[in-house]
């Protein structure tokens, strides 16, 4: 029902930033969580980053106090805010949902069970 398209990922320094884009389009519901995954060469994708249709944010150990999550809401589009990125952040990075009809409460999540639409990916690399 509804397409992620991802975008702002690049090449990078260590130490630099990036912000990274996921705008949905189609009908999107009132209930959501939303998040920010990676998945680099020979890994498990993994949970980044976290948001929820409440605004409540949750963050991999590994990114606290370097990433933020946030969303624009008349835009419908969700982002990430990687700051004093590392080598090891370098990974394809993928913008994940699950939507609920109607308003309801919902849990945020790193869990990749726990969406069912995804984007197609936008690479991010940091050179030492």
């Known amino acids: 029902q509804v397409q992620l398209v991802e975008s702002g990922g690049g090449s990078v320094q260590s130490g630099g930033s990036l912000r990274l884009s996921c705008a949905a389009s189609g009908y999107t519901y009132s209930t959501y969580r939303m998040g920010w995954f990676r998945q680099a060469p020979g890994k498990e994708r993994e949970g980044v980053a976290g948001?929820?249709?409440?605004?409540?944010?949750t963050y991999a150990d590994s990114v606290k106090g370097r990433f933020t999550i946030s969303r624009d809401r008349a835009k419908n589009t969700l982002y990430l805010q990687m700051n004093s990125l590392k080598p090891e952040d370098t990974a394809m990075y993928y913008c994940?949902?699950?939507?609920?009809?109607?308003?309801?409460?919902?849990?945020?999540?790193?869990?990749?069970?726990?969406?069912?639409?995804w984007g197609q990916g936008t690479q991010v690399t940091v050179s030492s």
């Open positions: 948001l929820n249709s409440d605004g409540s944010t």
């Open positions: 994940a949902a699950y939507y609920i009809r109607g308003y309801t409460t919902i849990s945020n999540s790193l869990n990749t069970n726990e969406y069912n639409r």
